[in-house]
């Protein structure tokens, strides 16, 4: 069993930052990715950013040039630093794991941001 444990999320007025991390612990052989998503209507997800093993990153075109994903892999865990923030941005962040020989991935609780304008 892997567990995702989330923080850094908030307050933030417009143009603010905050800085989201997330620990993967538990059965881990290796990570093929993690990453975060947000909740859009109809109770799906969508992509923010994601950082795969061999270093390369995807980001939804919302937040490019604002958002940087990072990681510390001798501690499993994967950081989004957001930048130049948006009340569009406001939605609750959720953590994704993609374990090596796991049949599924992970997620995390979920952590609010909340941006005021």
């Known amino acids: 069993q892997v567990q995702l444990v989330e923080s850094g999320g908030g307050l933030v007025q417009a143009g603010g930052s905050l800085r989201l991390s997330c620990t993967a612990s538990?059965?881990?052989?290796?990570?093929?990715?993690m990453g975060w998503y947000r909740q859009i209507p109809g109770n799906q997800r969508e992509l923010v950013a994601i950082r795969s093993s061999d270093g390369s990153t995807n980001y939804a075109d919302s937040v490019k040039g604002r958002f940087t994903i990072s990681s510390d892999n001798a501690k499993n865990t994967v950081y989004l630093q957001m930048n130049s923030l948006k009340p569009e941005d406001t939605d609750v962040y959720y953590c994704?794991?993609?374990?090596?020989?796991?049949?599924?991935?992970?997620w995390g609780q979920g952590t609010q941001v909340t941006v005021s304008s």
């Open positions: 994704y794991a993609d374990i090596q020989h796991a049949p599924y991935p992970y």
């Open positions: 538990g059965n881990i052989f290796g990570i093929n990715a």
